[in-house]
């Protein structure tokens, strides 16, 4: 009988836990508008989202992780560091302490070689050029910072959009369609 309690604690606990994390990443807990000058700096903005929950990030406890492209530099708020991978993914954390990220405006920065904009916003898509970003940590109550489950919530911006190298066809292609008029243009006239 006791075995039998223990389990069923056990996962009732399991499910509550489920349903917070899930709960969590399902909720608009931050709100993240982004910009753009037309010449390669995308600014992106985070505030507190309609949910009564904030996200609190500390350097060994989540962060903020967004895809972008051509990255030329990063800019961070002050009192936060950034990281760039081979596959031109950042990272964000504070340096110290817990954030509440939103609680004051956050703004983050990056400059791209790329100027035309789009939409990030692919999730569960494999290869997916324009990914959504992520932030992640523990949420909180507002305003009393009560730790309620780690988590994470995925949101949508605008970021770099990337310009296709032309394909060998594609080069072949236009070749072909200009070597005929030059053709006729360098042939004798017909007498």
């Known amino acids: 009988m006791i075995h039998h309690k223990c389990v069923s604690i056990a996962k009732s606990v399991a499910t509550l836990v489920f349903t917070s994390a899930w709960m969590a990443s399902a909720q608009q807990n931050v709100s993240v508008s ?43 708020p002050p009192g936060w560091t950034a990281t760039v991978d081979a596959n031109e993914f950042i990272t964000w954390q504070p340096t110290s302490g817990t954030v509440y990220v939103g609680e004051s405006s956050l703004t983050f920065s990056v400059l791209s070689s790329y100027t035309d904009s789009i939409l990030y916003d692919q ?28 988590g994470f919530e995925t949101f949508s911006f605008l970021g770099p959009q990337v310009v296709p190298e032309p394909s060998c066809f594609g080069i072949i292609g236009f070749a072909f369609l200009l070597v005929k008029p030059v ?6 006239a017909a007498r």
């Open 34 to 76: 982004s910009t753009t000058d037309s010449h390669g700096l995308f600014t992106y903005t985070f505030d507190l989202g309609p949910a009564p929950y904030v996200w609190g990030i500390s350097p060994d406890n989540g962060d903020i992780f967004m895809q972008s492209h051509g990255i030329l530099q990063v800019i961070s």
């Open 123 to 150: 999730w569960g898509v494999s290869d997916p050029d324009y990914l959504k970003g992520m932030i992640g940590g523990t949420l909180f109550t507002v305003p009393d910072h009560q730790g309620v489950t780690g």
């Open 183 to 188: 053709c006729r243009f360098l042939r004798p």
